[in-house]
């Protein structure tokens, strides 16, 4: 069982940085690969980012590309999302997930077993 917590959202200006922090306890976190997912109001939940159980191992959704550095620390048991150059189309809610049964992560949702409670981002245009 890992439980995760979100840290770091806020409002920012467009072109502006944010960094998110996901905090977990539990004993084996870093068995399992992280992702950083975002929901929109009226949107599906949608992939942002995912990062391998050793950290070697990144991915990213086109739409942060480029933006977004995605990382983690398994010594304490954190993982952050650094986001520069943020538009008014990043605004959402971010959650931070786990996944139990794969080494690198994956992009849906249903791949992830546990999840924080979100944290809200919100950038001004």
């Known amino acids: 069982q890992v439980q995760l917590v979100e840290s770091g959202g806020g409002l920012v200006q467009a072109g502006g940085s944010l960094r998110l922090s996901c905090a977990a306890s539990?004993?084996?976190?870093?068995?399992?690969?992280l992702g950083w997912f975002r929901q929109a109001p009226g949107k599906e939940r949608e992939f942002v980012a995912s990062?391998?159980?050793?950290?070697?191992?990144?991915a990213y959704a086109d739409s942060v590309k480029g933006r977004s550095t995605i990382s983690r620390d398994n010594t304490k048991d954190t993982m952050s999302l650094q986001m520069d150059s943020l538009k008014p189309e990043d605004t959402a809610v971010y959650y931070c997930?786990?996944?139990?049964?794969?080494?690198?992560?994956?992009?849906?949702?249903?791949?992830?077993?546990?999840w924080g409670q979100g944290t809200q981002v919100t950038v001004s245009s």
């Open positions: 997930a786990a996944d139990k049964s794969s080494i690198f992560g994956g992009t849906r949702p249903t791949s992830y077993d546990y």
């Open positions: 539990g004993r084996t976190f870093s068995a399992h690969a």
């Open positions: 990062i391998s159980t050793s950290g070697r191992n990144t």
